[in-house]
């Protein structure tokens, strides 16, 4: 599986931002997708998760401001920021879960830049 991310950029405080993140490769093999981010000098940690039911899980620091969603006849999971903080600098990195091994794929992180 290949997942190709894209959609960082600089945003200030408030604003809106949204990632794509498009799988290639055996997809049906997919069982749960989502996003996670690193910021400078800390460990990379998990933002949200979509299964491939649609049932979805967020982090407590971006409930109710991030939305995962995914198109499946594109092959896409997208995360909408909305109210952006300085404190969701970070890279965004988007992973894959599949049923078959190896289970863990990720694509290349994208950068995301809130100013205040």
């Known amino acids: 599986v290949q997942l190709q991310a894209s959609g960082g950029g600089l945003v200030q405080a408030g604003g809106s931002l949204r990632l794509s993140c498009n799988a290639s490769g055996s997809t049906s093999s997919i069982q749960l997708m989502g996003w996670y981010r690193q910021a400078p000098g800390k460990q990379r940690e998990v933002v949200a998760l979509?299964?491939?039911?649609?049932?979805?899980t967020y982090a407590d620091a971006v409930q109710g401001r991030f939305t995962i969603s995914k198109d499946n006849d594109k092959n896409t999971v997208y995360l909408q920021m909305d109210t952006l903080k300085p404190e969701d600098t970070a890279v965004y990195f988007c992973?894959?879960?599949?049923?078959?091994?190896?289970?863990?794929?990720w694509g290349k992180g994208t950068q995301v830049t809130v100013s205040s």
């Open positions: 992973n894959a879960w599949l049923i078959t091994i190896p289970h863990d794929y």
């Open positions: 979509i299964h491939n039911g649609g049932r979805s």
